[in-house]
């Protein structure tokens, strides 16, 4: 197949053919060729090894011809390229015992980096070594080839091959001898577009029991004293702390100064402390131990409140800048789904790598506590920028916002955060904002684009009811729990004195059965999909008083079949 390839300078054609033999090699390849002068980065294959294959053994071929063996990181590794896996021309890996994924690639030199650090689950294999100088001209004529062989070898004698699941049914159970673990402090972000909550949408957020509200603080801006008053009335209208993030930029002391002045005449709550270079450094030589050195002794005057720094960006900011840990009470990253990849299934994908950041940070921190803050759909900030952003055209979504925080797949992917980052041992998880098309619930005048964000104008969003059926459970304890296919169904397992509360959701665009184990009796089953999903978001005070239909259950099993990206509550001892 031929495609051109055009956008702006670049004039680029292609062809690439995928073909198979019947002893199982798959043979990927593209030839191409500038049909003018432009500049690039890189042009080639980009191969993608799941996250599940960390700590897998593995064979290197560098392109000087030498093997080597080595393994796949258990824990995150944020350098680029991921040592030893550099200079390639082959690499095979251990998928499962006795079989081996392997390939070959030839035109050009591969390496490889490590994209759990953005919450990818993958190990990703690119061309072109990053050592060389880029951009780098590609002359009028000048052809890009490359080929890519994939095969597997099996040396599990007489097994026969793996096929996909059978069963018509996913089964989601509590682990055995799983040790509990206590549910994170789950806190939201004050709203961004700079309206304070009205007394309608802070009974509503009262449901929720937010442990804490995260607000920003840039000390030399104009408007720094409206945004902290706004965030602490937020605050005191629900009778709880802020989250308080401070950014620090060149003017280190003045600008501590200035927050120490804002902060003594506006009188926050604080709950934790959050401290932040202004600007932050991809490739290292942040200054955050200068931030945190000079900032921790100015808080902990106004409010001795736990203290940490980590970074307001990717997992990888704090992986490669780690603030002093003597000078930390804890550490603190953000995280969202779409560094990469931005169709649902990718998103849910995601998923598991959160957790996979939890464990990694807790290494690094040397057991101290991890908080998660914020968690969102999309980026809020874009930190590899190296230009200003463009104005959102009329009629346009900010680059922010994303339709489906007001969807079903939002409440099903929220579920889904929970879970791994309260199973990983996460002590505070801060989620989106209060109010707004970033946060758990739509203003009272509605979105600003309705045709592109279709909410209901006063109402809540369904990640709402998946918040509040959490939060009923606040103080209590996370039962880890498995299913078969965590990429179609998944939920999560709370437990607070006698009650035992399941939400399972189904992750996948297809109605899913699926056989839930570990309940008593008799349960109590609430539904939440297309089928009343409207109702929800309009009267969710409603929806809230339906405590879901009785089923008794045979030894404690139940199966449910889920609509498309429902979620469903049971209630059982």
Same mark, same amino acid.
């Given at each position: 197949? =031929? ?7 670049? #004039? ?37 090894? @799941?996250?599940?294959?960390?700590? /897998? ?48 690639? =030839? ?30 001209? *590609? ?18 004698? #007489? ?7 059978? +069963? ?17 402090a789950i806190g939201l972000g004050v709203a961004t577009h700079g309206r304070p909550l009205t007394s309608v949408e802070v009974g509503r957020m009262a449901i929720l029991h937010p442990h804490h509200l995260r607000a920003d603080l840039w000390p030399a801006a104009p408007d720094a004293e409206t945004e902290l008053r706004r965030a602490t009335e937020d605050a005191h209208a629900l009778g709880i702390g802020l989250e308080l993030a401070l950014f620090l930029g060149d003017s280190i002391e003045a600008e501590l100064a200035q927050a120490y002045e804002l902060l003594t005449r506006v009188r926050p709550p604080i709950a934790a402390w959050l401290v932040f270079p202004a600007t932050e450094m991809f490739w290292g030589g942040s200054p955050i131990a200068q931030v945190v050195a000079a900032a921790r002794p100015v808080l902990k005057t106004y409010a001795d409140s736990p203290l940490g720094s980590g970074t307001n960006a990717d997992f990888i900011f704090m992986q490669r800048n780690l603030p002093p840990l003597e000078a930390v009470d804890l550490l603190a990253y953000a995280v ?9 299934? %990718? *998103?849910? +994908?995601? *998923? ?7 464990? %990694? ?7 101290? @506590?991890?908080?998660? =803050? ?48 309260? +199973? ?5 998880? =801060?989620?989106? +904002? ?48 498995? %299913? ?7 939920? *999560? ?14 992750? %996948?665009?297809? @109605? ?42 045979? /030894? ?18």
């Amino acid at each position: 197949m =031929t495609w051109p390839t055009g956008r702006g300078e670049i #004039d680029f054609t292609w062809q690439g053919t995928v073909t198979g033999s019947a002893e199982g090699v798959i043979t990927y390849s593209i030839a191409g060729q500038a049909n003018r002068t432009f500049w690039k980065n890189r042009i080639g294959f980009c191969i993608l090894h @799941p996250g599940e294959v960390a700590g /897998s053994a593995c064979r290197i071929l560098h392109a000087d011809g030498v093997m080597e063996a080595a393994a796949l990181p258990t824990h995150i590794i944020p350098h680029q390229p991921l040592k030893p896996f550099e200079e390639m021309a082959g690499l095979a890996y251990e998928a499962m015992p006795s079989v081996w994924v392997e390939t070959d690639f =030839t035109g050009d030199i591969f390496e490889m980096e490590d994209q759990r650090n953005w919450t990818d689950a993958s190990f990703k294999t690119f061309s072109t070594p990053l050592r060389l100088p880029y951009p780098v001209q *590609l002359h009028a004529g000048e052809k890009v080839v490359q080929t890519l062989t994939l095969r597997v070898s099996d040396a599990r004698g #007489d097994a026969q091959p793996v096929m996909p699941r059978e +069963e018509a049914r996913v089964k989601f159970a509590p682990l055995h001898n799983a040790q509990p673990v206590p549910l994170p402090a789950i806190g939201l972000g004050v709203a961004t577009h700079g309206r304070p909550l009205t007394s309608v949408e802070v009974g509503r957020m009262a449901i929720l029991h937010p442990h804490h509200l995260r607000a920003d603080l840039w000390p030399a801006a104009p408007d720094a004293e409206t945004e902290l008053r706004r965030a602490t009335e937020d605050a005191h209208a629900l009778g709880i702390g802020l989250e308080l993030a401070l950014f620090l930029g060149d003017s280190i002391e003045a600008e501590l100064a200035q927050a120490y002045e804002l902060l003594t005449r506006v009188r926050p709550p604080i709950a934790a402390w959050l401290v932040f270079p202004a600007t932050e450094m991809f490739w290292g030589g942040s200054p955050i131990a200068q931030v945190v050195a000079a900032a921790r002794p100015v808080l902990k005057t106004y409010a001795d409140s736990p203290l940490g720094s980590g970074t307001n960006a990717d997992f990888i900011f704090m992986q490669r800048n780690l603030p002093p840990l003597e000078a930390v009470d804890l550490l603190a990253y953000a995280v969202n789904p779409q560094v990469h990849a931005f169709d649902n299934l %990718s *998103l849910i +994908e995601t *998923l598991a790598c959160q957790g996979a950041t939890v464990r %990694s940070a807790q290494r690094l921190g040397k057991g101290r @506590p991890v908080y998660v =803050t914020p968690v969102t759909l999309k980026m809020r900030h874009n930190p590899y920028a190296t230009a200003n952003a463009s104005a959102t055209p009329a009629g346009e979504l900010p680059p922010q916002v994303d339709p489906r925080q007001m969807s079903l797949f939002g409440a099903a992917w929220t579920l889904g955060s929970i879970k791994r980052l309260a +199973e990983s041992g996460a002590a505070s998880v =801060t989620y989106y +904002e209060t109010t707004g098309w970033r946060g758990v619930m739509e203003e009272r005048a509605g979105a600003a684009v309705p045709q592109k964000f279709h909410s209901v104008a006063g109402g809540v969003f369904p990640l709402y009811h998946v918040l509040a059926d959490i939060a009923t459970f606040a103080g209590g304890e996370v039962l880890p729990a498995t %299913s078969t296919d965590a990429l179609a169904v998944d939920g *999560l397992v709370l437990r607070a004195g006698g009650a035992v509360r399941y939400l399972v959701a189904n992750l %996948s665009p297809k @109605p899913q059965q699926v056989e839930i184990a570990g309940l008593g009796a008799q349960v109590f089953v609430r539904m939440l999909d297309a089928s009343n999903v409207l109702e929800a978001m309009v009267v969710p005070g409603d929806f809230r008083m339906l405590s879901g239909e009785p089923h008794e259950t045979a /030894s404690g099993q139940l199966t449910l079949m889920l609509a498309p990206y429902a979620v469903a509550r049971l209630d059982t001892h």
